[in-house]
């Protein structure tokens, strides 16, 4: 069993950054694909990033390339999520999420363990 704890999260202007952190225990996640996704008020579940297991390939949402970047370091557990030139509609809760076999579960909704969520809140 897997379970994911995220922080960092808070209240930011736009045009702000912030940055995301996904703490890993119970077991290594250093095989697993790690991603992120967020869910807005009355909006469905939404992927966000991904990264392969090594960190060596990283996949995006298009809502978000070129502003966010997805890292791992796999000694530490963990995976993190550098988010800038914030916008209000990146106001969500952020999800980091792990899948046991690759990113393309992770980039088509699925996943096989998620984190509680923190509250990223971007103000105009």
């Known amino acids: 069993q897997v379970q994911l704890v995220e922080s960092g999260g808070g209240l930011v202007q736009a045009g702000g950054s912030l940055r995301l952190s996904c703490a890993a225990s119970?077991?290594?996640?250093?095989?697993?694909?790690m991603g992120w996704f967020r869910q807005a008020p009355g909006k469905e579940r939404e992927f966000v990033a991904a990264v392969n297991w090594s960190g060596g390939r990283t996949y995006y949402a298009d809502s978000v390339k070129g502003r966010f970047t997805i890292s791992r370091d796999n000694a530490k557990n963990t995976v993190l999520l550098q988010m800038n030139s914030l916008k209000p509609e990146d106001t969500a809760v952020y999800y980091c999420?792990?899948?046991?076999?690759?990113?393309?579960?992770?980039?088509?909704?699925?996943?096989?363990?998620r984190g509680q969520g923190t509250q990223v809140t971007v103000s105009a």
């Open positions: 119970g077991r290594t996640v250093s095989t697993y694909a």
């Open positions: 999420a792990a899948a046991l076999t690759a990113t393309s579960t992770l980039r088509t909704g699925g996943y096989d363990y």
